[in-house]
């Protein structure tokens, strides 16, 4: 097919108008086809594609056509015949437009296409823009240009730009620019048309260029003309950009060009626009020149409306510049001018901008006027939209005038034209403003009506501006009710608007006040943010209003926060910008803060200075309230300065503008400060008044703001003066005024208000109501601080209930919230003080100290006096709660000081009387005495006649405590006088209740009895119905001392029945106990029992609860608690309940024992945590049950009201023997027949006498004179009253002077009396010595005996006691072990010791003295005295693989001796060689280092002891107060501990004191006690782990007397602290013989023997030594506690028998065998109680043995003792054990039994095995495995599997070891092993040898190391190895 295209006819003929026939149609379909053909040859030919689309055209199948067209265009786009035949398909479609661009573009290729000309003039007759195009191409035909390309494209460009399609336009413009023209101005008018159009589409650099290009060609034809135009249309483009400089150059070009061609409208234009883009640039003064310059072209062009127009800018602009008097004088031509026009409407607007801008000027009656003249204009010319202005500008005038009444009518007016206009603008502007002025006339809630229809209507209209004013208002009316929460987000969502809409002034405001928001909810970080922003946004704007106003609210800002300092430069910057501005409300307001700021300062002048120009300043703007704040202020700062006749000047003046005062708010603002102030003063009655008269003016004018203020305040004024219906009253007035507000806020604190008064009423669950809605509401509010304030009441209100616990929990609640809020101190301070007062009131102090210190350190950072006097008073009461009497005192007296400072003679009173009391209940009777006359006299002084009486009766109480009868007796009239004259009926039933109970102390029981009877007539009288019952008890009591039994009954009963259901637990608790003697009196023993029994919970509720810490008079009536007890032991003995008597006196001894550690001053929580405060109560059944899991006898004594009782306990029989004896008489079988009373009051002296007879005997005590109906043992006074504060810590353990000296008195010969010792054995041993266990074999030991003694039997040396005729002494007959009672015991039998690692295995000591550097010289004494010998196995050293023993799992033992103690002036505390060769010794034998001299410090013992397997003391030791001494930390002695040492032991105590000297230094330099002395606490709270403490022989030389109680503290500190056992001195030793007994003891105890046992062996070892058989030297110690064992010697037992696998496995065999017919020889003497010394010699059993090593270790651990050559002829020998305490021959037989069990091939590959203890743990878990799997197996199963991991079964031996008991490998993989034994060839009884034998080369399970993780590395040869 050709390539060329057909000869068709002319483009504009053929195409478009020759009909197609049916023979043409078919030859163009044809011609289609070949077309179609020849471009499948050749895509490329663009010709081809023409000719096809020509083709198309004729088929009038015109989309093909376009799609033809468009390709001949791509591959072709400058030829002329493509854009034709696309511009007629197009044309075809009916796309005119696109058509007409078609043709243009084909026209710009080539011009002289005629037919395309007339193709697209025809297309465009055919368009919808023929009628706009053909009369100018009827104009053009006429010039003959309708043939001229440019001419007709140009303007088919410029009508499609008219008709708005622009995209076409362009096209066809550009088209016509290609096509070009040689006229100027042609190519002018298209350059500018093209500029338009570009500018139109949003093309602005295009646009641009087009403009720039018009401008030039214009000013090449030098045609200013349409340079004018061309520099209008660049400067209108540049404006609209907001390039308003570029576009102001052009401007001033076009009034050039303007004036050149003398244009004036022209010139008018252009200075029209030049004062546009002066405004938009700011410069205002210049746009007024340019206005008034187009104003006067106006006036000569006769142009009125634009006149007017250019006057209204003028004045515009000098309003922008705040030239008020050129803006009025514009406004006021304007209004001139349309006055001679007379135009109505211009006059208007004249009048309106008049009103405006004189109001601006503050001439509000001016704008009246002129608003007014614009109504009656509005009214002629019946405009609406006029009229509502003019109310509009009125409404605004009166507002401004404060006459808000008229401003409302007019805004109401406003509202209701708009609302007839259908304005909606206007509406929302009336709605806005009418909310203004209710929010100023106090009505919130009216106020936030219209503001939130407001608000609705801009969003309908969706002006985002006047909906932020809107959210802006609202913003406003919440931050005046005080919802602070929402007033933020209102502000919020105004501020999101303000930045949307680009109000950058809005955002300064609203920036600011949300600042102010959140001020007031204290975020103070959001608030600083927010005002920063503000000022910077303020200054970014230059605007000078805002600026001033942000620098106001930031110093506001500082101010509020007491940042004074901060604030003054930004309130100065301010102070000055308000002066330029001339804003006077600004100004005064900003002196005010200033004048706030200086006066907190201390710069009170200057103060004075601003706030007087506050006052001027207000005065000028005429703002009363102003001036009413600084006269105010004005007043207080005079008075301040001493300048009280100015104060008056000002308070005259402020009293005549109240009178003056016209504005409602600025009265009631006035009156409202003057009513606050009175109540401040506390001025009730006179404050009722003024708020009275607030209420009346606020009702008058229906504030409700100032209405609900006076409600509140006539309520809080009738609160203080405890009217509590009036205030009632008018606090729920408040309420309903809030709801009617919806003053969420005020509602939130009126229903607190109603809360305070419900409370005070006692109506307190009406109180909880108010105080939990009030916490719902500030919940809604989400105000942390009204939260935390409802929280607070609502605890208060719940402790007043006595619902505690929810107390806790809601002031919790406020310290979790408060905790949140930073900076809120004073708030932090509140909750913790309420919290700390809630845990009071459960009695949980500790978390009540703790609350109150947090009170008191946010106290001191506040330099708070009057919060810090609560806070010492909180916790010196708290202190005092816990028992910590001493902090008692110090808060007490610190509060005492500070209230003396602060001359608050009222907390003096208060302090006297607690400091007085405290010094009571310490017993500090000198110091009460004087502190009660010092509160007596001050009280007496001020005429307070209570607290005087309160003193006297103190003062009664001290001389009654000290004995001074007469003394006493006159206190108490004193106190009793007081009352009665002063008319206190309870004072006066007081103090005769406490002469009626001295006269009965005298006893004077008549004088007793009118007393009492007095009491009674008084509590008749005011019909108290508790002290009628304190008086009935009293005389019950009379009764009972003189035997009037039944009455004393009757007289109970009847107080029983006056306090039921009082909650009068102490009183209670006396009557019953009382009830239940007089009930055993009269041997009615069931009622005794009922009533005793009821009284138990009271005085246990009393005792857990009070502590006595608070009432003298309560810790005497404790005194009862343990009589009770012992009453309750004697009716149910009387019972024969015997059991039931033991589970009572076991009771007993537990709080007594609480008793004794309060005594010594332990803190009560300390003995809370350690659960002693438990209730710790066994029945009957689990006493024995307890004694039973002992296996043990158990012999348990009670002393009870001067009776011993006395229980034999055996293990599964309980009590087989129980033995009542009456200690004054002896009688065994003793009646009761006696009062029981009597026997309180009298004491059991015969058993002191006896247990005092023995220790004298002894030469322990010197002889005692007393009488014998004095005093028991426990209540005697010895010397031994410690103080560390007048240092009498003297002595130490084995004390060699002491000793010596003592020695010459009692060591007179080696017999001792003993007499005294029979009557004690027969008193506490013979009466159950029948039922006593017996021996097995005569003269042998029976084994061990519990005894738990009871008070003063605790210094009985139960060890020497015997009967007359007997040989043995108890300690050779049994093994005995004291315990306090049978709690301990079951607490030590769950004691479990924690398995600790050691950190050598070496055997080597720990470096306890490592803190003194070793010197020469102290190496070679240390070397000299061969101190601290190595420990050396007996055993040679095997072979090299020899595996090391293991890790021991007991921690190391502590050892104390000799420490450095400090010296004072007072103390005597000599250094003890003799103490320190004791622990040497100690520590050899324990194989550790001890802690001696310097190295001795609290520090070091305080960390030692918890993990201490053992503790070794010997120390000096304060009995009374249970405390031990030891060396304070950082001894600056210039020589090491080492030289110290020798130097004590070379130069005695004469070396040892200049040492001390130069140790201690100078007196001055003493440290505190706190850092050298141990307490009971510390011991308490330790968490011990040891097993035993042992306290060796710590006594002060010259007090020899020593009292139970205080040594069972100590005793029971450690056992409470978690030791198994405690070993006492019940005397002091020698040196020489307490050295050897602690040899002997601590040799017995490393030999495996039980504690009792070892002191057993060393008690006869030193009585065999005859220069210490004197049982002083020997019967000294006791064991108490559970009877242990030191050392478990598995881990040796498992090296030795490791040791003995080496080598020849026939020789190791054989030895095992030898052992273990060695072990069960002598287990089987154990059991027969042979006790005859059995030994063997060394060699016979080395020939049984041969060479294998490791059985001399192994005998040694279980308990052989090896004795080398003692002489030459006698031979080495082994001594067999005589007992088994520790097990380990038992566990050795076991041992050997599995090693003996294993064939011998398993034994040979343990050898191998024995070598890697890492495979230990692998290896029992696969044998365990095995033996589970047995127990598991089913009938279907052929064999069991277990699986070892990679390292295991790679280690030699291990697959020999698995391969004997039949385990082949089954599988493997990456980390494990599986094994597999059929079951035919596995045999149970050898798997379990098997796993024994594990257990006993390795050692105990506990020590083996864990298995590794199957996740560990297995090198990769391994498995191909395997």
């Known amino acids: ?118 193709a697209l003039v025809d297309t465009m007759l055919k368009s919808c823009l023929r009628d706009n195009f053909e009369p100018k191409l009827k104009q053009f035909q006429e010039l003959k240009l309708e043939k001229t390309p440019f001419i007709v494209v140009s303007l088919v460009g410029q009508e499609l730009l008219s008709s708005g399609r622009l995209d076409q336009s362009l096209r066809v413009l550009e088209a016509a620019r290609s096509i070009g023209t040689d006229s100027a101005r042609l190519e002018a008018s298209l350059l500018q048309t093209l500029g338009h159009a570009y500018w139109q589409t949003g093309n602005v650099s295009q646009a641009l260029d087009y403009m720039e290009r018009n401008l030039g060609v214009n000013i090449n034809i030098k045609d200013e003309r349409a340079q004018c135009k061309s520099h209008s249309n660049l400067g209108l483009a540049y404006k609209q950009l907001g390039q308003y400089q570029e576009a102001l150059l052009h401007y001033e070009q076009q009034l050039q060009c303007a004036q050149m061609v003398s244009d004036g409208q022209e010139c008018l234009d252009a200075l029209n626009q030049m004062g546009e883009c002066c405004i938009k640039l700011s410069n205002h003064g210049q746009a007024a020149t340019h206005f008034k310059e187009a104003y006067k072209i106006a006036r000569q062009l006769g142009e009125r409306a634009v006149m007017f127009e250019q006057i209204l800018k003028v004045a515009t602009a000098f309003q922008s510049v705040n030239d008020l008097d050129n803006t009025l004088l514009w406004y006021r031509r304007h209004l001139t001018l349309a006055k001679e026009k007379r135009d109505k409407k211009h006059e208007a607007i004249a009048y309106s901008s008049l009103g405006e801008i004189n109001h601006t000027r503050g001439n509000f009656e001016q704008a009246m006027m002129f608003y007014q003249q614009l109504l009656s204009v509005a009214v002629e010319l019946n405009d609406v939209n006029l009229k509502a202005k003019a109310y509009g500008g009125m409404g605004q005038a009166n507002e401004s005038m404060l006459n808000y009444y008229y401003a409302q009518a007019c805004r109401e007016q406003q509202l209701k034209l708009s609302k007839e206009l259908g304005d909606s603008e206007v509406e929302a502007v009336a709605l806005s403003q009418l909310g203004h002025i209710l929010q100023a006339t106090g009505k919130i809630s009216q106020a936030m009506n219209y503001y939130s229809q407001c608000l609705i209507l801009c969003q309908q209209r969706k002006d985002k501006a006047a909906e932020g004013r809107a959210y802006a208002s609202l913003g406003n009316c919440h931050l005046a009710l005080g919802n602070l929460r929402e007033a933020v987000k209102f502000f919020k969502h105004e501020l999101t608007i303000a930045s949307e809409v680009n109000d950058k002034a809005s955002e300064v405001t609203t920036l600011g006040n949300l600042g102010t928001a959140y001020l007031g909810l204290e975020n103070y970080e959001e608030a600083s943010e927010h005002l920063t922003k503000s000022l910077q946004l303020a200054k970014d704007l230059n605007n000078e209003s805002l600026e001033c106003e942000a620098l106001s609210s930031l110093g506001n800002f500082y101010t509020k926060r007491s940042e004074f300092e901060k604030a003054v430069p930004y309130l100065d910057k301010a102070l000055k910008m308000a002066k330029n501005l001339k804003d006077f409300m600004l100004e005064s307001k900003i002196c005010h803060n200033l004048g706030l700021c200086q006066e907190a300062l201390g710069n009170h002048q200057q103060a004075i200075q601003f706030y007087q120009h506050d006052f001027m300043v207000a005065k000028e703007a005429k703002d009363k309230e102003g001036m009413t704040r600084a006269c105010e202020k004005l007043i207080s700062a005079n008075q301040h300065i001493g300048d009280s006749a100015q104060a008056e000047i000002y308070k005259k003046k402020l009293l005549n503008m109240a009178e003056e005062m016209e504005h409602t708010s600025n009265r009631c603002c006035l009156l409202n400060k003057m009513a606050e102030d009175l109540l401040n003063a506390s001025d009730f009655e006179q404050a009722i008044t003024f708020y009275q008269q607030l209420l009346s003016e606020a009702k008058r004018e229906q504030h409700q703001s100032f209405e609900g203020l006076a409600y509140c305040g006539l309520g809080n004024a009738y609160l203080a003066l405890d009217k509590y219906d009036n205030a009632l009253s008018q606090y729920q007035r408040d309420l309903t ?545 410690d103080s560390l504060d007048s240092g009498e810590y003297l002595g130490t353990g084995s004390v060699g002077k002491a000793a010596s000296s003592i020695g010459s008195s009692y060591m007179r010969g080696p017999h001792v009396n003993l007499h005294p010792i029979h009557d004690l054995y027969d008193i506490l041993i013979r009466p159950i010595e029948p039922a006593l266990p017996k021996p097995l074999v005569p003269g042998s030991n029976c084994g061990r005996l519990i005894i738990i003694p009871d008070r003063d039997l605790y210094l009985v040396p139960f060890a020497l006691l015997k009967g007359e005729g007997s040989s043995q002494f108890l300690y050779k007959r049994f093994h005995l ?194 850092e050298y002395v141990v307490t009971l606490e510390d011991i308490l709270t330790a968490k011990l782990s040891a097993k035993m403490v042992v306290i060796s022989s710590c006594y002060k030389p010259e007090h020899v007397h020593l009292r139970a109680d205080h040594l069972l503290a100590v005793v029971q500190a450690f056992l409470v602290g978690g030791a198994q056992s405690v070993v006492i001195p019940l005397w002091q030793n020698s040196n020489s013989s307490s050295r050897h007994l602690m040899n002997a003891f601590y040799s017995s105890l490393v030999r495996g023997s039980r504690a009792s046992r070892g002191l057993s062996y060393a008690m006869q070892t030193v009585h065999n030594v005859q220069k210490s058989s004197h049982p002083l030297h020997w019967a000294g110690f006791a064991v108490v506690g559970k009877d242990i064992v030191l050392r478990d010697n598995l881990v040796e037992l498992s090296y030795a028998l490791r040791s003995m696998l080496q080598g020849s496995l026939d020789y190791a065999i054989a030895a095992l065998k030898t052992m273990q017919a060695m072990v069960v020889t002598s287990l089987r003497r154990i059991q027969e109680g042979n006790t005859e010394p059995k030994y063997i010699t060394k060699i016979s059993v080395e020939q049984k043995v041969g060479p294998v090593h490791g059985w001399q270790e192994l005998l040694t651990s279980v308990g052989f003792h090896m004795i080398e050559h003692v002489k030459k002829e006698v031979p080495p020998m082994i001594f067999f054990p005589d007992h088994d305490d520790s097990g380990m021959q038992r566990k050795c037989r076991r041992h050997i039994e599995s090693l003996l069990g294993i064939p011998s091939s398993a034994l040979k590959a343990l050898q191998l095995l024995a070598k890697h ?110």
């Open 1 to 118: 097919m050709a390539t060329t295209e057909p000869h068709l006819a002319p483009l504009d003929k053929t195409l478009t108008e020759k009909p197609v026939t049916k023979t043409d149609d078919t030859e163009f379909t044809q011609a289609i086809d070949q077309f179609t053909e020849a471009i499948e040859l050749n895509r490329s030919n663009y010709t081809l594609y023409s000719n096809r689309s020509a083709a198309y055209i004729r088929l009038g199948r015109y989309a093909e056509a376009l799609e033809d067209a468009k390709k001949t265009l791509e591959l072709k786009p400058d030829w002329p015949k493509g854009f034709y035949r696309l511009g007629i398909a197009l044309q075809g479609m009916d796309d005119y437009e696109e058509a007409m661009v078609a043709f243009s573009q084909g026209l710009a290729t080539n011009p002289k296409e005629s037919a395309m000309l007339t």
């Open 737 to 1281: 005024i809030k709801k009617e507000a919806s003053d969420t806020t005020g509602e939130c604190r009126a229903y607190g208000n109603l809360g305070s008064v419900y409370n005070c009423m006692g109506q307190l669950q009406q109180a909880c109501n108010c105080y939990e809605r009030s916490l719902t509401l500030a919940q809604q509010l989400d105000n942390p601080l009204l939260i935390c304030e409802a929280y607070s009441c609502l605890g208060i209100v719940y402790r007043n209930m006595k619902n505690c616990e929810e107390a806790i929990r809601m002031h919790q609640k406020q310290l979790e919230i408060v905790l949140t809020l930073k900076d809120q101190l004073t708030e932090h301070c509140k909750a913790y003080a309420n919290l700390g007062e809630s845990y009071e009131a459960v009695l949980n102090y500790a978390h009540a100290v703790h609350c109150h210190e947090q009170q008191l350190l946010i106290m001191q950072r506040l330099c708070d006096p009057g919060g810090l006097l609560k806070a010492y008073a909180s916790l010196g009461r708290t202190s005092q709660g816990l028992g910590r009497l001493p902090q008692a005192l110090n808060y007490f007296r610190k509060q005492l000081e500070l209230a003396k400072d602060l001359d608050d003679v009222e907390v003096i009173l208060e302090c006297y009387a607690d400091l007085a009391g405290v010094h009571m209940l310490i017993g500090n009777y000198g110091e009460a005495l004087n502190i009660y006359k010092m509160q007596l006299y001050l009280a007496r002084d001020l005429g307070n006649h209570a607290n005087e009486a309160a003193a006297a009766c103190g003062l009664g109480d001290v001389n009654s405590a000290l004995s001074m009868h007469k003394e006493a007796l006159d206190y108490y009239h004193h106190d009793w006088r007081i009352c009665h004259d002063m008319g206190m009926p309870d004072g006066e039933a007081r103090a005769l209740g406490n002469i009626a109970e001295h006269y009965e102390v005298l006893g004077d029981y008549q004088t007793a009895i009118e007393n009492r009877e007095k009491q009674l007539e008084i509590a008749n009288q005011i019909q108290d119905d508790v002290l009628k019952a304190v008086a009935l008890h009293g005389l019950s009591v009379i009764n009972i001392h003189l035997r009037f039994d039944s009455k004393a009954v009757k007289m109970l009963k009847q107080a029983l029945a006056l306090i039921s259901g009082l909650q009068e637990i102490e009183l209670e608790a006396k009557i019953r106990y009382y009830l239940g003697l007089a009930f055993y009196h009269t041997c009615e023993y069931e009622f005794a029992y009922v009533s005793l029994t009821r009284a138990v919970p009271l005085f246990d509720q009393l005792y857990l609860g009070t502590n006595a810490y608070f009432d003298y008079s309560t810790k005497r009536t404790l005194l009862l608690h343990s009589k009770l007890y012992q009453t309750l032991i004697h009716v149910l003995v009387k019972q024969n309940k015997v059991e039931e008597a033991l589970s009572v006196a076991e009771k007993e001894r537990n709080r007594a024992m609480v008793d004794i550690f309060l005594e010594k001053g332990v803190c009560r929580q300390v003995l809370q945590n350690v659960g002693l405060l438990k209730e710790q109560s066994l029945s009957p059944e689990s006493l024995v049950e307890v004694v039973s899991s002992y296996r043990t006898p158990v012999i348990y004594y009670t002393v009870a009201l001067g009776h011993l009782f006395t229980w034999l306990i055996v293990p599964k029989n309980g009590v087989v023997q129980f033995r009542h004896c009456d200690l004054q008489t002896l009688d065994m079988v003793g009646s009761d027949t006696s009062s029981m009373y009597s026997q309180i009051s009298s004491s059991y002296i015969p058993l002191v006498d006896r247990v005092i007879a023995v220790r004298q005997a002894l030469g322990i005590e010197q002889q005692r004179n007393f009488s014998t109906s004095s005093r028991s043992y426990d209540d005697l006074e010895f010397d031994d009253t």
């Open 1377 to 1570: 072990c004291l315990a306090p009672s049978v709690h301990a015991l079951m607490a030590s039998s769950r004691h479990r010791v924690p398995l600790h690692r050691r950190a050598s295995v070496s055997g080597t000591r720990g470096n306890a003295m490592s803190a003194s550097p070793s010197t020469d010289f102290a190496s070679k004494v240390l070397r000299s005295q061969s101190f601290y010998r190595a420990k050396h196995n007996s055993s040679p050293l095997v072979l090299a693989e020899q595996p090391s023993l293991p890790e021991s799992f007991a921690s190391e033992p502590l050892v104390v001796g000799n420490p450095a103690s400090p010296l004072s002036t007072t103390t005597v505390i000599f250094p003890n060689p003799a103490a320190e060769k004791e622990v040497t010794v100690v520590a050899d034998l324990l194989n550790v280092r001890p802690l001696i001299g310097s190295a001795a410090t609290k520090d070091r013992f305080l960390r030692q002891m918890s993990s201490a397997e053992s503790i070794h003391l010997a120390t000096n030791i304060s009995w009374s107060r249970g405390e031990i001494v030891l060396a304070p930390k950082g001894n600056d002695s210039p020589f090491s501990q080492e030289e110290s040492i020798y130097r004590l032991r070379i130069g005695g105590e004469g070396e040892a004191m200049s040492l001390r000297g130069v140790a201690d230094g100078a007196v001055s330099s003493v440290p505190s006690t706190a």
């Open 1813 to 1922: 203890p890492e495979l230990a743990s692998t290896l029992l878990a696969a044998l365990r495995h095995a033996l589970l799997s047995l127990h598991n197996i089913t009938p279907q199963e052929q064999g069991i599997q277990i699986q070892v991991d990679m390292p295991c079964w790679k280690a030699k031996g291990s697959k020999e070891f698995f391969n004997t008991f039949h385990f082949d490998l089954a599988d493997m993989n990456q980390y494990y092993i599986t094994l597999y034994a059929p079951l035919v060839g596995v045999d149970r009884g050898v798997l379990e040898y098997a796993v024994g034998s594990i257990l006993a080369i390795y050692g105990p399970e506990e020590l083996m190391e864990a298995a590794p993780s199957s996740k560990q590395d297995v090198p990769d040869n391994l498995i191909s190895e395997c």
